[in-house]
């Protein structure tokens, strides 16, 4: 069973990660979330589930603001050319659904099977934002927590400046 937001906010306070969350509409893009920024200082994220021919899962954890060249994008980060990742993959490995794609579901990849890489231009921010496994809220930590919440679920952060490509 995967982690729900009340796990994850455990999980955020069992590290000493603090947090703060907002609940809202559901937004499923980038452009329904805008008005959030007003309310919620820092980087918000697009985040992206993909897949390359050889099974590399990666999750790609972007400032919202950010133009990402998926074509060119493999080359940065050593995977052959990347597609989406189904629905049913992501489930499994991130415990949540399109919509809900977020740097927190590498809570739920107890396996380490999904490769995380995050952009050099939300890694600037201070204050990064994320859906807490939902996307009817938004959670804001520190970027240097976020650091910490990725190794603490056993995974490595790949920063990589997407705008070079």
Do not use: Y
């Not at 008005?35 to 820092?42: D, E, F, I, N, V």
């Not at 697009?46 to 603001?65: H, R, Y």
């Amino acid at each position: 069973m995967p982690a729900s937001p009340s796990d994850l906010f455990d999980f955020l306070d069992t590290h000493g990660i603090a947090h703060t969350t907002v609940e809202h509409d559901a937004t499923f893009t980038v452009e329904e979330g805008r008005h959030l920024k007003a309310s919620m200082p820092g980087g918000h994220s697009k985040n992206l589930f993909m897949k390359d021919k050889d099974g590399t899962i990666v999750l790609i954890s972007a400032w919202a603001d950010s133009q990402l060249r998926l074509n060119q994008l493999h080359k940065l980060i050593g995977t052959r050319r990347l597609s989406f990742g189904s629905a049913d993959l992501m489930l499994e490995c991130l415990g949540v659904v399109p919509g809900s794609v977020t740097a927190f579901g590498l809570i739920n990849d107890t396996a380490q099977r999904v490769r995380f890489v995050a952009d050099a231009a939300l890694m600037r921010f201070d204050r990064v934002n994320f859906h807490p496994l939902v996307n009817t809220a938004t959670t804001s930590i520190r970027q240097a927590d976020l650091r910490r919440f990725v190794e603490a679920t056993g995974h490595d952060l790949t920063e990589v400046d997407f705008s070079t490509l």
